[in-house]
């Protein structure tokens, strides 16, 4: 594959903002991509070039093909990179690009249709002697089939949407009728957001931790760069995640990365992917629950208890580079926390909260990142996520962190929109969080009984 000369960055937002950087500083041409709404996109203005690619609404520019291929045919790009969300997750499309000759910054199609079809991903992490939840072992059709494996699993479980993501596409049942009631639905719910009617079953885990490892292979080997906890969660959205996760003893960490390395290397892995997890601290046993074959928004925590540029690695190893780095060379030091700063207000029950940004001071000084497409006088548009940008910080250890994330919080001004920023200060003392006792509904549980 030749070397990444001009490369068209198809999202939108702060990922589009940190892809353009990390080609920056390779020498790459960076070229962005825009909708109607985003002509004044921070990503257009740091972007050596730019592209218009349609209407406002993501079906008409970031989710539009067509429209994508012809501006990387337009602009001259020989490598596409699709951040997350959007196409980032759509083997056709991926395999679109390469038929149109350009370099794709993820792995192949056929490795994103196996390991982005959740059920499929299941399988292929038990073939590998990875731990799963235990579930119904593939998509279940009818009713009968349904109930037949709940026998089996036991109640309360999960129905999720094989195509699911984002913390979209799952439903609990707690026993035999509401199975019933929502197997149908759940079909229908996929087969509308998805485009794939697909679902399976999954054992609810009560009080698990999420943990899930940063996977890179260059198709020959992989390796990985420890895990992060992203427990703290809305939704099933996360809104918080720290690395390392310090809930973990050392022997359970390194069996945890290796089964992620392995499973990597069972499916010869090209790009950087992440392996996600649920952890039991009561029995320190660990289930497999999904892989995302492309880049995480979490990824700055890894980059920052690692020294790695992530986006860098993908752009290397998608042109053919071998990994640079042998496992053993991978070390990691201190602690680092993120958190996801959303144009939503905390007192409406997160309701997103648009419009246009009027005095803006971000933190600064040590350990402190901010990965944003936000600045003074942008107008946040309603079409698209609501996450405007990512708060990170490093430290030492873990208190020393949290210490940092509370003074960093504390710098921040954003005037205009509401956004996620003075519930996290909230969240921050909890005792629950400064003592690192939490699981997935921890945060849903401490909402539904009422501070914030
Ligand atoms: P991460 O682990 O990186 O947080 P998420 O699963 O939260 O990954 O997804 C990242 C982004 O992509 C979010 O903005 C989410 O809304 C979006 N996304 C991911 N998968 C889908 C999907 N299947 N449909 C719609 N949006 C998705
Ligand atoms: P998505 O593709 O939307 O990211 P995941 O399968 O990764 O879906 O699950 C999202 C979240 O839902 C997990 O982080 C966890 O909080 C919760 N979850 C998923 N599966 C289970 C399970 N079997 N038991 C308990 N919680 C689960
Ligand atoms: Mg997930």
């Known amino acids: 594959m030749p070397a990444v000369k001009r490369l068209l960055v198809i999202n939108r937002g702060e990922i589009a903002v940190r892809v353009i950087r990390a080609a920056k500083e390779m020498g790459i041409t960076a ?3 825009y909708s109607d709404a985003d002509e004044s996109s921070l990503a257009v203005r740091l972007a ?29 790009a020989d490598a596409v990179h699709p951040g997350y969300g959007f196409l980032s997750e759509n083997a056709d499309f991926a395999r679109a690009v390469v038929e149109a000759g350009l370099t794709w910054v993820g792995p192949d199609a056929d490795t994103i249709a196996r390991m982005g079809h959740k059920a499929q991903a299941i ?6 002697g990875v731990p799963v939840v235990p579930g119904s072992d593939g998509l279940v059709a009818t009713t009968d ?5 709940a026998a089996r699993i036991g109640y309360p479980m999960l129905i999720k949407a094989a195509a699911g993501g984002g913390g979209r596409g799952i439903r609990i049942a707690g026993d035999d009728a509401e199975l019933v009631a929502g197997i149908t639905a759940a079909q229908q719910e996929a087969q509308a957001a998805f485009g794939d009617g697909g679902v399976y079953l999954e054992r609810f885990i009560p009080r698990a931790r999420h943990i899930e490892v940063q996977v890179v292979g260059d198709g020959t080997d992989a390796v990985h760069f ?3 906890d992203c427990s703290l969660q809305r939704r099933r959205q996360k809104i918080w995640e720290e690395a390392p996760a310090a809930i973990l003893d050392e022997p359970t960490r390194d069996h945890l990365c290796a089964s992620a390395v392995e499973l990597a290397r069972s499916v010869g892995y090209r790009g950087a992917g992440t392996i996600e997890f649920l952890y ?20 700055p925590i890894t980059e920052e208890i690692c020294g790695v540029d992530l986006i860098q690695l993908m752009l290397s190893v998608a042109q053919g580079d071998p990994l640079p780095v042998r496992q053993s060379d991978i070390t990691r030091r201190g602690h680092a926390i993120e958190v996801r700063i959303n144009a939503e207000d905390p007192a409406r029950k997160f309701l997103p909260s648009p419009g246009t940004i009027d005095g803006l001071r971000w933190p600064a000084g040590p ?11 942008y107008t946040i548009p309603p079409y698209y996520d609501s996450m405007i940008g990512k708060l990170i910080v490093w430290a030492p250890d873990r208190p020393a962190a949290l210490a940092r994330l509370r003074r960093a919080l504390g710098e921040t001004e954003l005037g205009g929109p509401k956004t996620t920023l003075p519930f996290f200060a909230t969240l921050l003392d909890q005792e629950a969080v400064v003592n690192n006792d939490f699981h997935t509904t921890w945060v849903e549980n401490w909402l539904a009984a009422g501070p914030a």
């Not at 399988?123 to 590998?128: G, V």
């Not at 089939?145 to 494996?149: E, V």
């Open 31 to 33: 070229i962005a991509v």
């Open 48 to 76: 050596d070039e730019s592209v218009h690619i349609g209407g406002a609404h993501a079906r008409k520019s970031y989710l539009n093909a067509d429209a994508l291929l012809a501006a990387a045919q337009q602009t001259g």
């Open 145 to 149: 089939d349904a109930l037949a494996a």
């Open 280 to 299: 039991d601290p009561a029995t320190r046993e660990y289930f497999f629950i999904e892989m995302n074959t492309r880049i995480q928004v979490e990824h």
């Open 367 to 377: 350990g402190v990142r901010i990965d944003t497409m936000a600045y003074d006088g």
């Open 226 to 228: 420890f895990e992060r």
């Open 123 to 128: 399988a292929t992490a038990k073939a590998a």
